[in-house]
């Protein structure tokens, strides 16, 4: 079968149309072209509205006030809070709303809703849920906040929380299908104490169900980041402990259902010649057919999690992207877009053979950039990207082309020092940020 140009199969219908209208007498033409121009009005109607997506109008932004935002990078990975406090210069933690509409407006902050004493506002969900539910937390406080995003002009507060029951120290927030939320907490019993788990919560915040990630001859587990696969009735979890303190080496898989643990896989181990690839798996990402999950670690390897739909689900090895930190991903189409932080780069790799990914792009970031978080504006094609060094204190952009992969750093940024409107001059640091529904 010969491919066909994009339009070619409108185009032939045109055509078609035009020899038809040819044949018949005058006095039907008219007649004939009405309900012919109405057929056609059909046809580019959805054309049209594919061709050009919807640009987000706002971006959500989760930070916190920060007079000296580069503060040092030890007391970074320490849990004492006074210290902390004092070293970066700590206000408090904030949900910013900027207005991102392509045009004059691009930048301008239009909600700004201070909430608790900060010490290290860090995730949010990674993608605005459907019922504009968005949590967020201040890791080392063991604080998370829940916002009300449904006027995205004046964002609400609905509750905060810290431990639940034994678990403390949430970290990832996935949104399911059902209105509820499912986190990944680190901790259980205290500060680095034993491994966490997954509580679910419903849209009200009523905890449904939890569950344990301690396995016997595993003591470093530290359930990370999530990936829901609703097609499988599966969630995988990512292992690293965000202080660093002890590497971990597993993906862990359960039953979305009842949340049961269905099985620990430890990563295959791969030569290096310094660095351990399968140590600390970070972000488990479910690629677009909905079935497919891979994993990437801390340290830059990639892997492909196989048979999850059976009760013994494995990982593969299948690429290394060449740097030693890196960060979190998203996915865009076929596409797999990666932070490398400490490469200064964003690389996109094409996922259609999962067990073949092959990098199609890749953007350089100034050399003072460390990028981190990733997010992609939805039925569009900009990303938002938030990271540490200069972009401390700043918010970039790029694009992806959908169908290529190809990346393009954009020259819009939004600068996070500045007089806030609750007034706080200086600095703030941007962590989590996701654009708004469409």
Not at 200 to 211: I, K, L, Y
Not at 355 to 380: C, F, K, M, N, T
Request: glycine letters at 8%; hydrophobic letters at 40%.
């Amino acid at each position: 079968m010969s491919a066909e140009a994009p339009g070619g199969g409108l185009t032939c219908a045109m055509l078609r149309i035009a020899a038809y209208l040819a044949t018949l007498p005058p006095w039907r033409v008219m007649k004939k072209r009405i309900s012919s121009w109405s057929l056609l009005l059909v046809l580019l109607v959805p054309l049209f509205a594919a061709a050009k997506p919807v640009a987000s109008r706002y971006l959500f932004v989760w930070a916190m006030e920060a007079r000296n935002p580069r503060g040092s990078t030890q007391m970074l990975m320490s849990p004492d809070l006074p210290a902390r406090r004092s070293i970066q210069g700590l206000g408090r933690d904030f949900l910013a709303v900027f207005d991102v509409r392509p045009g004059a407006s691009f930048g301008k902050l239009v909600a700004m809703l201070p909430v608790g004493d900060a010490a290290m506002a860090h995730h949010t969900n990674y993608a605005e849920p459907p019922n504009d539910i968005l949590y967020a937390n201040d890791w080392i406080a063991n604080r998370t906040y829940v916002f009300d995003l449904r006027d995205p002009r004046h964002p609400r507060l609905v509750r905060n929380f810290g431990t639940v029951g034994s678990y403390g120290y949430p970290h990832s927030f996935a949104a399911l299908p059902n209105g509820d939320t499912l986190a990944t907490f680190q901790y259980s019993g205290g500060f680095n104490h034993a491994a966490g788990g997954l509580v679910q919560f419903d849209p009200h915040g009523r905890v449904v169900r939890t569950a344990a990630a301690a396995v016997p001859g595993h003591p470093n587990i530290r359930p990370y980041s999530l990936a829901v696969i609703e097609k499988l009735d599966r969630v995988v979890t990512g292992s690293a402990d965000m202080m660093g303190a002890q590497a971990s080496h597993v993906v862990q898989v359960w039953r979305l259902s009842d949340l049961k643990l269905i099985g620990t896989m430890t990563l295959p181990p791969q030569a290096d010649w310094f660095y351990d690839t399968a140590a600390d798996a970070s972000e488990p990402r479910m690629l677009s057919d909905g079935r497919t999950v891979v994993v990437p670690t801390f340290n830059c390897g990639l892997f492909l999690a196989r048979n999850l739909a059976s009760g013994k689900p494995t990982l593969q090895h299948v690429y290394d992207f060449g740097y030693r930190t890196c960060e979190v991903p998203v996915v865009a189409g076929d596409y797999l877009v990666q932070t490398m932080q400490s490469g200064h780069a964003i690389v996109s790799l094409d996922m259609h053979d999962p067990q073949h990914p092959r990098e199609v792009s890749r953007i350089l970031l100034p050399p003072d950039e460390y990028p981190h978080w990733l997010a992609l504006e939805p039925g569009a094609d900009r990303l938002v990207i938030t990271g540490r060094g200069a972009l401390a204190t700043r918010v970039r952009f790029a694009t992806i082309d959908r169908r290529s992969g190809k990346l393009t750093l954009e020259p819009a940024t939004i600068d996070f020092t500045r007089t806030w409107p609750d007034g706080w001059q200086g600095g703030a640091i941007p962590h989590g940020a996701v654009f708004s529904r469409p």
